[in-house]
């Protein structure tokens, strides 16, 4: 945890650095001496730096004495050795999510969904069944009917295509 | 009191059968639609419902939309609770309360409060619109950049007050949402902020894009971690554990009582809307019960309050559209739209030119809570079947959903970019014990309290005196300060007496105070 | 062994489904592009720059459905929103469909200083090509019942007497409104304060309290307070008068001078791609020249408070260039003092 806290602080010091010097190009106080474009950002940038350190510091300081409000959470933590396959698991969702964008773009909508809902039934749940099947063309034509024809709301349909369902 | 006359002649017209049936029709709808992501917020959901309404009868029309406003509110509440997806701004109070008891298995009870304390807050609300308009749309008027910054310190406080076990990480999450806030081009000064010359972001980060991100794609990856089909949480089968309890009633009446009066007053102010009400109302309610620390682990007030602002806020919002002709929020903007449609003008002379149309406008909108009601209540065990749903079909269906919510709000693809980018770092912000929560709140009330702070100074030629010169705005400032110091005070007599306060609780008191001197300073 | 073929047959099945949509969608693409070269345009989209329920496409929204009723066209047009950055993002997707004849866009007068206020913009209302201007909404000048100025050179004068004091209240710093009173600033050595609101509601009732003095805006922002006597109409940003104001001047009979600026300045139009056919160019001026000849077109500007302005061909051009030339030096001395 603490490790993790440390990467954190560093992540958000560094972001904050990032933002601060973005900042710094627009106007702090406009010309009339108001409050500019600059003085929200500056300040707020400023003070994820601040609080990055300051996280940094306190859980480099906690590692001694484990925690006392933290400690509900480390059997959690601990009981389950496969915390890592379990942080896979989610990563690989995300990854199907990712890559499901780009199909978006150049399939448009059915398709992409079709394709994201199969990889997630059929690779990372392991459902290949006719049921898996079907949730994978009912769900993706269901939502696209309901949107575009009901109700009216274009999606995508894609570089290459118009769309099969296209109005 | 014609104005009670006027109201009751309304409700005469409004309970015919035909528009009866239409509301009814016009709830269901509302709800359906309501639940869709991108279409959540009743704005939303009302233009897209609009060329059904415009084939009726004016009045019929009228209340038809007052259904689907009713409706999509609900829908909105539905979400965050039982999903944790807030799809409109004024429903991101509820994720704190509404989904830590559906956790616990009582998303019936959650939802029942939610439809009851809507139900009493819009009685309220439609009470206080008949019989205190004239005086509202004065304090409304009124009510300029410096009372919003007062007001908007008081909102903020909420975030800082729920920054949780560890302020700091609590701290950082609020400061991103801050700051993610400020992207786009500043309406103030025009220049541009963190758009890296991509036109995407011009016009900012949606609420939405962010909300689905960060809350409901991020809230799927945590639970697909660890198991594969069973459904999501337990549901309790008897009836009875589906609906609120006598107990949890009592302990809301006067959470629901606040709520509605907070929520009226902000609905009237143009500019203010249930977001703030909603806000304000979590804030004063928790600050003043005595079960303060069990709000954000499933306090059942802390689902009553905000939702009793959330609908009284309707009633007010008509104030300034009726009296002023102004529209005090989007959802309104639509209402106006449609009654320019019917070639009805509101404004100052609609009550006088149109009664035919605006009493029973009014009264629709009192049935339409009434019918929600009766709609909804029974309809709540079949809503939290939702969470009976196979984990294995509902997730691939949230992601759907997700994407579409991203994409259809602006027809923008690098939306649902961003969508993606900020469901990881939602998921990063678990693994790291990281609330979400602040960050989307100061997210929905920073650019507000922003552009209300360098409006204030630009008025005053950049002093901080008008803060406190103003009288409602050091009335606003005043109230924060004695519900903080009420809230500070509560809490210390209470750790005196019970178990020895732990080092590591946040300093409420330094805090708290140091952001209120902010906008003074 | 029979739950693998069952799974094989499953993924076979998905892949065979998949496969025919896509071709099925290749296909449909295809024969839209083909229609592309006749005089009637197939599948036209229609463009704008908000979202469902935003200005432009309700707007959009409203000409389909005239033209359908006027029988202007048989299909229905797809509304189509690219909302980023102020109709930058709506021209840049017309740029890409160059001299196709199934896309229009329907533009306002903000393309023009979106474009402008942009330091590389992925394109330009001057890069499109323009068919038929629609719509204005003639710019007003509103103050408190209350207050002392009767014209806009009691304001003015006051303006001079207390520099950088008064308030004019509006939308975005960049909007016309903000820019046309720079340029009367510019001209009489005058300077007030510009206080932003994103919403419509806030500016009005930041007049009625007092807090700003005046504000520039449409018939249909003002008219309810104007009846109810709150509000007072004291000039107007226009070569003529307003029917609906007859005693209230114009900005050029109280003296000043609007040579540089174009008679319009909050318009609408529809203009398409680059290089569009003139063909296809007069096939949408005839579909839209019947529209707006209807009772339904008047009945909804009446309700819009806008006026009808259907310019096409060379005057809409000069319009777009007059308005491009005198908003330019304005946006750009904008972008210096915001930095």
Not at chain 1, 34 to 55: E, I, K, Q, Y
Not at chain 2, 88 to 111: F, I, N, Q, W
């Amino acid at each position: 945890m603490q490790r993790a806290d440390v990467v954190a602080s560093t992540a958000v010091a560094a972001l904050g650095a990032f933002a601060l010097v973005t900042a710094l190009n627009l106007a702090f106080l406009s010309d009339s001496g108001v409050p500019g474009p600059g003085f929200f950002p500056t300040l707020l940038s400023g003070l994820l730096v601040v609080l990055g350190v300051v996280l940094g510091v306190t859980s480099l300081r906690r590692r001694p004495a484990t925690g006392t409000g933290d400690e509900a959470e480390e059997p959690t933590a601990a009981d389950s050795p496969s915390a890592r396959s379990r942080v896979l698991r989610a990563g690989t969702v995300w990854v199907c999510f990712l890559i499901a964008v780009p199909i978006l773009t150049y399939l448009g909508f059915v398709p992409a969904m079709a394709i994201l809902i199969a990889l997630l039934l059929f690779g990372v749940e392991r459902r290949l069944n006719w049921r898996s099947l079907v949730v994978a063309v009912v769900v993706p034509v269901g939502v696209y009917e309901l949107f575009v024809h009901l109700l009216s709301i274009p999606l995508p349909t894609g570089v290459i295509a118009i769309g099969p369902f296209s109005s | 009191m014609s104005a009670l006359n006027h109201l009751l002649d309304g409700l005469g017209t409004a309970v015919s059968p035909t528009n009866l049936l239409w509301m009814l029709i016009g709830c269901v709808l509302g709800t359906v639609v309501g639940i869709l992501p991108g279409l959540g917020s009743p704005a939303a959901t009302l233009a897209v419902l609009l060329p059904l309404t415009l084939r009726l009868q004016p009045t019929t029309g009228l209340i038809m939309m007052a259904g689907i406003y009713h409706g999509a509110k609900f829908a909105g509440s539905t979400t965050a609770i039982l999903l944790n997806i807030p799809t409109e701004t004024s429903s991101v109070v509820l994720c704190y309360d509404g989904h830590e008891l559906a956790k616990k298995g009582r998303a019936g009870p959650a939802m029942g409060m939610s439809a009851i304390s809507g139900f009493i807050a819009s009685t309220v609300g439609v009470i206080a619109l008949t019989f205190t308009a004239p005086a509202i749309a004065n304090l409304a008027v009124k009510f300029g950049p410096p009372e919003f910054a007062s007001l908007m310190t008081f909102g903020l406080l909420l975030v800082i007050s729920m920054a949780g076990k560890s302020p700091v990480k609590g701290f950082i999450s609020m400061a991103l949402g801050l700051l993610v806030a400020t992207v786009g081009v500043d309406l103030v000064s025009g220049s541009q902020r963190y758009t890296f010359g991509n036109i995407n972001l011009y016009d900012g980060v949606q609420f939405i894009t962010l909300t689905l991100g960060l809350f409901a794609v991020a809230e799927v990856l945590v639970n697909v971690e660890q198991k594969r089909g069973k459904p999501l949480f337990a549901v309790p089968k008897k009836l009875r554990e589906l609906l609120p309890s006598k107990n949890d009633l009592r302990r809301c009446a006067g959470a629901i009582g606040l709520g509605s009066v907070v929520g009226f007053i902000i609905g009237a102010l143009p500019g203010g809307g249930s977001t703030i009400g909603s806000f304000v109302s979590y804030t004063l309610v928790k600050n003043t019960s005595r079960n303060s620390d069990e709000f954000g682990k499933g306090a059942i007030e802390g689902v009553a309050g905000p939702e009793a602002a959330n609908n009284s806020e309707a009633g007010g919002a008509m104030i300034p559209l009726l009296s002023l002709g102004i529209p005090g929020n989007a959802s309104t903007s639509v209402m106006l739209a449609a009654l320019l449609l019917y070639g009805v003008q509101p404004g100052p002379l609609l009550f006088a030119n149109h009664p035919e149309i605006a009493w029973p406008v009014i009264a629709s909108l009192y049935l339409g809570t009434l019918v929600l009601l009766v709609l909804n209540l029974p309809l709540i065990p079949m809503w939290v079947q939702i969470l009976r749903i196979p984990y294995w079909i509902l997730y691939p269906l949230i992601l759907v959903l997700a994407i579409v919510g991203a994409y259809s709000a602006r027809g923008s693809l690098f939306d649902v970019w961003m969508m993606v980018g900020f469901s990881l770092l939602g998921y990063v912000f678990r693994k790291l014990e990281i609330p979400a929560a602040p960050m989307l709140m100061a997210f929905v009330l920073g650019p507000q309290f922003e552009v209300a702070l360098r409006q204030s100074l630009t008025l005053s030629n950049n002093s901080p005196l008008i803060f406190v010169e103003r009288p409602i705005s050091a009335t606003v400032l005043a109230i924060t300060v004695a519900v903080v110091a009420f809230s500070t005070v509560s809490r210390r007599r209470r750790r005196r007496r019970g178990a020895p306060a732990l080092p590591t609780t946040p300093s409420v008191p330094a805090v708290n105070t140091s952001a209120v001197d902010e906008p003074v300073k | 062994m029979k739950p693998t073929t069952r799974r094989l047959r499953v993924a076979v099945a998905f892949a065979v489904l998949l496969t025919g949509a896509t071709a099925c969608s290749t296909l449909q693409a295809g024969t839209s592009n083909s229609s592309s070269g006749t005089a009637t345009p197939k599948n036209v989209q229609i463009v704008v720059d908000t979202g469902p329920g935003g200005g432009s496409d309700l707007f959009a929204r409203e000409i389909v459905k005239l033209a359908q009723q006027t029988k202007g066209i048989s299909s229905n047009w797809p509304v189509l929103s690219q909302t980023a950055g102020g109709g930058l993002g709506a021209m840049a997707f017309m740029k890409g469909k160059a001299n196709q004849t199934n896309y229009v866009a329907a533009f306002t007068s903000k393309w023009v200083i979106s474009a402008l206020g942009t330091a590389n913009p992925p394109a330009s209302l001057k890069d499109l090509t323009p068919i038929a201007e629609l719509a204005d909404e003639t710019q007003i000048v509103a103050v408190p019942t209350s207050s002392p100025y009767h014209n806009f050179k009691d304001f003015v004068a006051d303006a001079k007497a207390h520099p950088n004091k008064l308030v004019q209240t509006g939308g975005a710093v960049s909007s016309v409104d903000n820019l046309i009173a720079l340029k009367v600033e510019k001209d009489t050595g005058t300077k007030w304060k510009y206080l932003s609101f994103a919403d419509g509601g806030p500016r009005i009732t930041a007049l009625l309290r007092g807090d700003a003095q005046m504000m520039i805006g449409a018939k249909s922002d003002f008219q309810e307070q104007v009846d109810a006597g709150k509000l007072r109409i004291i000039a107007v940003f226009s070569d003529k008068r307003m029917a609906a104001f007859p005693n209230v001047p114009t900005m050029t009979e109280q003296g000043f001078d609007m040579s540089s600026l174009p008679a319009q300045l909050q318009f609408r139009g529809i203009a398409g791609p680059p290089g569009m056919s003139p063909a296809a160019v007069s096939y949408y001026v005839g579909v839209l020249q019947k529209m707006v000849k209807s009772p339904g077109w008047q009945k909804y500007m009446d309700s819009e408070g806008d006026t009808t302005q259907f310019v096409t061909g060379s005057a809409l051009t000069a319009l777009i260039n007059k308005f491009t030339a005198s908003m330019t030096p304005l946006v750009h001395s904008l972008s210096g003092a915001g930095q």
